[in-house]
């Protein structure tokens, strides 16, 4: 599964696939806007996990698209 990260940096959100120097896409939009631009890509890219970052540093969630992609099999 691809793995990108979603940070904001320099006032702008950057999608990185994971271990990589330069942005898959640059978002210059509020933070909502980036989730739902990222989670676009992801899917053309035939799907992947998105981690989102806290504006401020550190880490806040994590997506996988499609869903049934999640590798998760908890309940609720």
């Excluded at 979603?6 to 898959?24: C, P, T």
Aim: cysteine-free; aromatic content about 8%.
């Amino acid at each position: 599964m691809k793995n990108f990260h979603l940070v904001q940096e320099d006032g702008k959100y950057k999608l990185k696939k994971e271990n990589a120097e330069r942005a898959s896409k640059v978002i210059d939009t509020n933070k909502i806007d980036a989730i739902k631009q990222s989670k676009d890509f992801i899917q053309s890219q035939g799907g992947g996990s998105l981690k989102i970052h806290k504006n401020g540093g550190g880490f806040q969630e994590e997506r996988t698209y499609p869903k049934f992609h999640d590798p998760k099999k908890s309940k609720g």
